[in-house]
């Protein structure tokens, strides 16, 4: 008896094990075939707008970037010209450092989300083009970046945000996930997006941090899926994403006789943030770059290990206003002019800033008048309320 109950309960053993692989197998050739299977065979060659490639160093780099005038090769030109600009929200909750992808940014706009802690949004272009970018932790939406969004007329990745229409909980001045579909922004929610093109790693740091500080998306995933919808360099009706847009002026480095002797400034949004939160930018002059400090300590790319620098650093003043609701949502008016800072080759510059239209380019002045030229290299915009003491 014992026999026959042991042959018996090895048949139904040898039948569950083949039923239990027959659906493995079946599961992941139906995700396999739509595009969705858990990993890419390595070192196959993608096609479209997502291509990626090894950057030949000995190739010119004659090519201008149009959003920070750098120069690049013609092989990464021939990629970034298929697509369209890529704007990313990235947090700087003390939790989520060190942040992945800020230093492929052609240019990187910070400002305060709520609580005194900043948010930042990087824009990817030309940087991205020769090879794709790990994003994280990727956040919500917040109403005063859209403005900036539309001047690039880009592709916008977020984890949802502050508002829809129909959200009484929410004053319209910040409902910015209504403004993304009234004003027909290129809207890359992750709510709308799944594994892997966006997936939340709770891996990512060497320690546990909470579900929000924990989401991943990856810039060529997300080409691909633009290009699905139709999002290209062109849009769906053939528009090209560049027909309106305005370059900034760019110029090569100060020769180092006319560079600054010494440069480093900070400064913290809000007073009593400054021990994770306050920022310093010290100019190396031996490079000419400003390299970043965040909380006191340098910061830091996850994926390069190296720290963050700019080669431009723009300090915009803006009206703040609020909290307006009780989500603590805040405003600031980055439409229309005010004043702010150019460091760059070791100086200081007066500017007046300039932005007529939510959709117009901001562009930045001097005293006199005269637009400013910006070094070629990643530009970081500096959006701090009116009032905020700079420290030099």
């Known amino acids: 008896m014992k026999k026959q109950q042991y042959l018996v309960m090895s048949i139904v053993g040898l039948a569950l094990y083949l039923i239990a692989t027959g659906l493995s197998f079946g599961v992941f050739s139906v995700l396999a075939s739509r595009g969705q299977a858990p ?36 092989p990464e030109r021939e990629t970034w010209e298929k697509r369209r600009p890529l704007a990313v929200m990235i947090e700087n909750h003390a939790e989520s450092r060190p942040q ?11 400002t305060i989300a709520e609580g005194g802690i900043s948010r930042f949004m990087g824009v990817f272009y030309c940087g991205a083009a020769a090879a794709p970018v790990t994003l994280a932790p990727v956040r919500s ?3 005063y970046f859209l403005p900036w969004v539309l001047e690039y007329d880009a592709l916008y990745n977020h984890v949802g945000g502050a508002g829809r229409c129909e959200d009484p909980t929410v004053d319209d001045r910040a409902k910015a996930l209504c403004q993304i579909e009234n004003w027909k922004v290129k809207d890359m929610d992750q709510f709308g997006i799944s594994f892997p093109t966006c997936y939340r790693n709770y891996d990512r740091l060497d320690h546990p941090v909470a579900t929000e500080h924990t989401m991943v998306c990856f810039t060529d995933k997300l080409y691909k899926l633009a290009a699905e919808r139709g999002w290209t360099n062109v849009d769906t ?72 620098t700019a080669k431009v650093i723009i300090i915009q003043f803006a009206k703040e206003t609020g909290p307006v609701d009780e989500h603590m949502h805040l405003l600031y008016e980055n439409v229309g002019s005010g004043t702010g800072f150019v460091w760059q080759d070791g100086k200081e510059t007066l500017i007046t800033w300039k932005k007529p239209t939510r959709n117009a380019r901001m562009k930045f002045y001097d005293a006199g008048g005269k637009e400013v030229s910006l070094n070629r290299g990643q530009i970081w915009i500096e959006m701090l309320p ?5 420290k030099k």
């Open 39 to 74: 990993t890419e065979v390595k070192g196959t060659a993608q096609k479209g707008p997502q291509d990626h490639f090894t950057v030949d160093p000995s190739l010119p780099k004659s090519e201008l970037c149009p959003t920070n005038g750098v120069y690049f090769t013609k």
């Open 100 to 110: 992945s992808g800020l230093s492929s940014a052609d240019v990187v706009y910070e």
């Open 141 to 143: 939406a917040r109403i």
């Open 237 to 308: 009706k053939g528009m090209s994403w560049d027909k309106s847009f305005e370059q900034w002026k760019f110029k090569d480095d100060a020769k180092e006789g006319e560079r600054g002797a010494s440069f480093s400034a900070s400064f913290v949004a809000w007073k009593g943030y400054e021990k994770e939160y306050g920022v310093r930018w010290d100019w190396d002059a031996t490079t000419n770059t400003y390299k970043r400090f965040n909380g006191g300590v340098a910061h830091t790319d996850l994926e390069t290990k190296q720290q963050l």
């Open 386 to 390: 009116i009032g905020t003491p700079i």
